[in-house]
């Protein structure tokens, strides 16, 4: 069972059903799953090449084990994107992939025609979860792209152990991205913490109450053997300033919140950072590599 005094939504990000189940067993609770075809490939140990639709094949059969496991969950699949996606491929992915397990939400990332075919899955009904954020007008725009989803029915990700690299606290952004939707949003779209590289970083989630954390199997593990502390409970709150300020020293300067209007179209917001193209280089480079093109 989930410890009460915890509010944020905790997901595993992996693609083994063996890591879910296990997750599942010595937790206790799960409350959702992101997943993409590398981790799927990587949990199958086969190193073989797939063909697209033998890859497709594979991870819907995967995502279907951890739909098992952890039945009316979170689910999140990720579509295939390069800089060449059109918005019209990523809508056929995601509905496609929409129909593999009940509450999926399909990651889609935030670029213009990724926000294009999220406004359009959104309309469809389609959940849909816009990854390589990095800003708040990115997260700003992704809100406004999904207006008219149902409350909780899309998700936003900044990413925290990437945006560490660059001169910005990564904290801060996914701080202030929080605080607009809490305080300007409609609750349709929650902040999912993604990249978790640390016990540290996780624990400061939970003390933040960020809506969602995706954390890796390893780091989960370490939170049981830890005893599953929970910050406010058995971690004093005073604990996360010296935290605070580790996060803060891995940057160089603090993010000014910024107020933006989220009824404005989510074209007129700047969507471009260089951290996203790198990104969506990164994920696609690695579906190639299992792909026989």
Excluded at 254 to 267: G, I, M, Q, R, S
Aim: proline residues 4%; charged residues 20%; aromatic residues 8%.
């Amino acid at each position: 069972m989930k410890p009460a005094h915890i509010t944020t939504n905790i997901y595993l990000d992996g693609g083994n059903p063996k890591e879910t189940k296990l997750i599942v067993d010595t937790l206790g609770f799960l409350d959702g799953q992101t997943t993409n075809p590398a981790q799927i490939a990587k949990a199958l140990k086969t190193g073989k090449i797939y063909s697209n639709e033998q890859l497709l094949v594979e991870y819907k059969n995967s995502v279907s084990l951890i739909s098992q496991i952890i039945p009316g969950k979170l689910l999140s699949l990720e579509v295939y994107a390069d800089e060449s996606t059109t918005s019209q491929d990523i809508i056929d992915q995601a509905k496609h992939m929409s129909s593999w397990t009940p509450n999926t939400f399909i990651k889609i990332p935030c670029t213009a025609h990724g926000l294009k075919a999220a406004q359009s899955l959104t309309s469809q009904n389609v959940h849909v979860h816009i990854s390589l954020v990095f800003t708040q007008e990115q997260a700003a725009a992704s809100y406004s792209a999904t207006t008219g989803a149902p409350i909780g029915g899309a998700l936003v990700s900044p990413f925290e152990g990437c945006t560490v690299d660059t001169d910005v606290t990564s904290i801060d952004v996914i701080t202030n991205i929080q605080k607009m939707l809490d305080s300007e949003g409609d609750e349709h779209m929650q902040v999912l913490m993604a990249n978790i590289r640390d016990l540290e970083q996780f624990y400061y989630a939970l003390y933040m109450g960020f809506d969602a954390v995706a954390v890796p199997f390893e780091i989960l593990m370490q939170w049981h053997s830890d005893g599953m502390l929970i910050p406010g409970v058995d971690i004093p709150y005073d604990t996360f300033e010296s935290t605070n300020e580790y996060l803060h020293a891995q940057s160089i300067m603090n993010e000014v919140y910024e107020n933006l209007d989220l009824e404005k179209d989510w074209t007129t917001f700047n969507i471009s950072h260089p951290r996203t193209i790198e990104g969506l280089k990164k994920f696609s480079e690695e579906w190639n590599d299992l792909v026989d093109r």
